[in-house]
């Protein structure tokens, strides 16, 4: 985000820089008119380049990718998913157990799959 900013910051300084050129340039304009377009063009860009300054002298968040995305809740919710994967398999071993369990049941029984509903 911070490289966004300076680049747009830069780029309207740039832009202020060719505008008093241009007024420099300018034939059409009284000294007094001169002298005014010329001192708040200038007072306007030496406030962007403060800006400037003070934006690059910002420490750049390092935990933070340019996308806004928080890398710290991305990992807690990829831990917290890893731990009910976990939950979820030993649940399914514990079902195929059961359902093992049932099975020899079934067979000791000898019904071999008839009357299970009873």
């Given at each position: 985000?911070?490289?966004?900013?300076?680049?747009?910051?830069?780029?309207?300084?740039?832009?202020?820089n060719?505008?008093?050129?241009?007024?420099?340039?300018?034939?059409?304009?009284?000294?007094?008119?001169?002298?005014?377009?010329?001192?708040?063009?200038?007072?306007?860009?030496?406030?962007?380049?403060?800006?400037?300054?003070?934006?690059?002298?910002?420490?750049?968040e390092?935990?933070?990718?340019?996308?806004?995305?928080?890398?710290?809740k991305?990992?807690?919710y990829?831990?917290?998913?890893?731990?009910?994967?976990?939950?979820?398999?030993?649940?399914?071993?514990?079902?195929?157990?059961?359902c093992?369990?049932?099975?020899?049941?079934?067979?000791?029984?000898?019904?071999?799959?008839?009357?299970?509903?009873?």
């Amino acid at each position: 985000m911070k490289q966004e900013i300076t680049g747009y910051i830069t780029g309207i300084i740039n832009n202020r820089n060719r505008v008093v050129e241009d007024i420099k340039k300018s034939r059409n304009l009284s000294r007094r008119d001169l002298y005014i377009q010329l001192t708040e063009q200038i007072s306007y860009t030496n406030e962007l380049t403060d800006l400037l300054d003070f934006v690059q002298d910002i420490p750049e968040e390092n935990h933070k990718p340019t996308n806004g995305v928080d890398v710290e809740k991305i990992k807690s919710y990829a831990r917290k998913l890893e731990r009910i994967n976990i939950d979820l398999r030993l649940d399914n071993i514990s079902w195929q157990k059961k359902c093992k369990e049932l099975k020899l049941k079934k067979i000791g029984r000898g019904n071999n799959g008839r009357n299970m509903e009873s």
